[in-house]
């Protein structure tokens, strides 16, 4: 937000997500990259050609991306959280 509209959000989900350790924040950047470069042209494809296929592939790849990043945060919330 500072660099596009010139101001720090202070909300709490900004705030929370800005103690998140690196290497989620990278994940969560992967995450972000290949979804929207790879993944969304590729679902789009797939769904207009009736690929079942490929949707199934789409679909394990993004059950793959949560299976990475579910416990990443959940141990974040948790270290959060004080439990």
Partial sequence: LRDRYGFICTCPRCTLEGQLPAATTALLEQLHSDTTTRLAPLLGDAAEAGDQAALDKISAELVAWSQKLH??????????CGL
Avoid at 71 to 80: H, I, T, Y
């Fill in 71 to 80: 416990p990443a945060l959940e141990s974040f919330m948790a270290q959060a």
